[in-house]
T-cell receptor, first 115, second 111 residues
Framework: NAGVTQTPKFRVLKTGQSMTLLCAQD?????MYWYRQDPGMGLRLIHY???????AKGEVPDGYNVSRLKKQNFLLGLESAAPSQTSVYFC??????????????FGPGTRLTVL | GQQVMQIPQYQHVQEGEDFTTYCNSS?????IQWYKQRPGGHPVFLIQ?????EVKKQKRLTFQFGEAKKNSSLHITATQTTDVGTYFC???????????FGAGTTVTVRA
């Protein structure tokens, strides 16, 4: 199992450009999450999904959109990138039931720089 | 909304010494989790505490959940260079599958 994978690993954008970050998990997890990590601020939840076809806003959703058309994939979109969106983005997934319920499994991250 | 505060933000430790990092929530938690992130890496799950007053050990790491389920601590004994990284606590409330992460404690070790 690959676990949680993210593409791309690095990206540099100019202000106003758009892009999509892809997260994929092969663990058949129901829940998926997108976080951003900034120095001294821990992990902040952007959007999350409790199942295929459903998404919800997290703590810092402005400027981002998400889609979960397939259970294994969770896409994070930036329609018009801003320098304030320079960050490391982590995707995570967690199972609905079982011994490790609520445990989140993180992808390797995407380092995004917006100039 | 739920807030999780974590102190200290930085911990510089001499190899072989002990240290503790603390986590406090503004609300009662249903469970608390701890994650470790190595430099340049991603957060990795360490442990979950669910019961009031629960204490769990993983080798040199001791995790504790407060009686009121609003605070937690991680104590590391005889720190080693392999303990370098950032330790995050993360809590969730009842019926809420979202985690609120603390800002993390970044640990550096002097050999």
């Amino acid at each position: 199992n690959a676990g949680v994978t993210q593409t791309p690993k690095f990206r540099v954008l100019k202000t106003g450009q758009s892009m999509t970050l892809l997260c994929a998990q092969d663990m058949n997890h129901e829940y998926m999450y997108w976080y951003r990590q900034d120095p001294g601020m821990g992990l902040r939840l952007i959007h999350y999904s409790v199942g295929e076809g459903t998404t919800a806003k997290g703590e810092v959703p402005d400027g981002y959109n998400v889609s979960r058309l397939k259970k294994q994939n969770f896409l994070l979109g930036l329609e018009s990138a801003a320098p304030s969106q320079t960050s490391v983005y982590f995707c995570a997934s967690s199972p609905l039931v079982g011994q490790k319920k609520d445990t989140q499994y993180f992808g390797p991250g995407t380092r995004l720089t917006v100039l | 909304g739920q807030q999780v505060m974590q102190i200290p933000q930085y911990q510089h430790v001499q190899e072989g010494e002990d240290f503790t990092t603390y986590c406090n929530s503004s609300t009662t938690l249903s469970n608390i989790q701890w994650y470790k992130q190595r430099p340049g890496g991603h957060p990795v799950f360490l442990i979950q505490l669910v019961k009031s007053g629960e204490v769990k050990k993983q080798k040199r790491l001791t995790f504790q959940f407060g009686e009121a389920k609003k605070n937690s601590s991680l104590h590391i004994t005889a720190t080693q260079t392999t303990d370098v990284g950032t330790y995050f606590c993360a809590g969730s409330s009842s019926n809420d599958y979202k985690l609120s992460f603390g800002a993390g404690t970044t640990v550096t070790v002097r050999a």
